[in-house]
């Protein structure tokens, strides 16, 4: 089992970066592949990101591909979400998840979810 914990959401102007950060308690953290996802107000969550156990291979949604980087530290149990020239469309509650298997795009394949941090991009 593992307990996630997201940080670094905020508040900024269309353009600017964010970087989210997610600490995972427990010492199996390497086991689970990773993944961030979002939910805007009215909308079903959807993936944003993900990347393999020991970080060799990452995959994007369309949406985010080329302005965000996933990224993780094994020995820091942390796994962050780099977002540059970020737009209105990016604001939503971000999850941080960890899965032991399944598609890696779909979140029912996600047995772990932090509380969501709130990402706001103004126009």
């Known amino acids: 089992q593992v307990q996630l914990v997201e940080s670094g959401g905020g508040l900024v102007q269309a353009g600017g970066s964010l970087r989210l950060s997610c600490a995972a308690s427990?010492?199996?953290?390497?086991?689970?592949?990773m993944g961030w996802f979002r939910q805007a107000p009215g909308k079903e969550r959807e993936f944003v990101a993900t990347?393999?156990?020991?970080?060799?291979?990452?995959y994007y949604a369309d949406s985010v591909k080329g302005r965000f980087t996933i990224s993780r530290d094994n020995a820091k149990n942390t796994v962050s979400l780099q977002m540059n020239s970020l737009k209105p469309e990016d604001t939503a509650v971000y999850y941080c998840?960890?899965?032991?298997?399944?598609?890696?795009?779909?979140?029912?394949?996600?047995?772990?979810w932090g509380q969501g941090t709130q990402v706001t991009v103004s126009s």
């Open positions: 427990g010492r199996t953290f390497s086991s689970y592949r």
């Open positions: 998840a960890a899965s032991t298997g399944g598609s890696s795009y779909d979140a029912d394949s996600y047995a772990y």
């Open positions: 990347i393999s156990r020991i970080g060799g291979n990452t």
